[in-house]
């Protein structure tokens, strides 16, 4: 399972990430509502009456290594507003100087972790992911290469990290659970790596990731 193989797996699987309207009823992409149907509910019905969903996009870094590709995540400081704490890839906020949710992944991850965009050469991206709190989220898969030196922002980042991408392509570990939120019942991903709790939206996308690169493996 090396970048080459990633690379045509992609082609394969020609993945795209299509805007979310109410009108579409969230038939394309995907988000917290695959586990929770009534969240799709919440957030048509917040559309209609005028509540945009937050425009974002998340670099899926790819890192070639020894013992195989890697997976570039960051943990959040514990004072931001949105997920603080929480394992995420490097990312945010789609602002108006952005020509596309691809420069906005790349500016974010120059931003948090001080990886340029000459050391990214951008590979595909995949589902567009829609989260609880109404974000639309574009995750972009780039391939991460160079000598670089990591310069987490203090504000936002409280670790730079990688784990291994054969760690997230193996289904035992990945775990379905649910905890009560706010007297409701929710369904969760969950890929917990050594001491990093890798859980919502994050784990969410990387099961996107794990399906579009698991399907049809056989003889690879």
Request: without cysteine.
């Amino acid at each position: 399972m090396d970048l080459k193989w990633v690379l045509q797996r992609l082609r394969d699987a020609e993945t795209t990430a299509p805007s979310i309207t109410p009108e579409n009823n969230f038939a394309i992409g995907r988000g917290d509502f695959d586990l929770n149907p009534e969240i799709k509910s919440e957030l048509i019905t917040d559309m209609r009456s005028g509540v945009a969903l937050r425009p974002a996009a998340v670099m899926v870094g790819l890192l070639e290594r020894a013992n195989g590709l890697h997976v570039l995540l960051t943990q959040r400081t514990d004072d931001l507003e949105h997920h603080p704490g929480q394992i995420s890839f490097p990312g945010g906020h789609i602002d108006d100087g952005d020509i596309d949710a691809t420069a906005a992944a790349i500016r974010e991850t120059f931003e948090e972790t001080g990886i340029g965009r000459e050391n990214i050469n951008v590979i595909g991206r995949l589902d567009t992911y829609i989260t609880r709190t109404g974000f639309s989220i574009v995750p972009v898969i780039g391939h991460i290469f160079g000598s670089f030196d990591l310069h987490p922002d203090p504000k936002e980042v409280a670790e730079i990290f990688e784990v291994p991408l054969a760690h997230f392509m193996d289904p035992t570990n990945h775990q379905l659970l649910e905890r009560n939120f706010e007297g409701n019942i929710r369904k969760f991903y969950a890929m917990p790596y050594g001491d990093y709790y890798i859980w919502g939206a994050t784990a969410g996308m990387l099961f996107n990731l794990y399906e579009v690169l698991a399907i049809e493996k056989k003889g690879i």
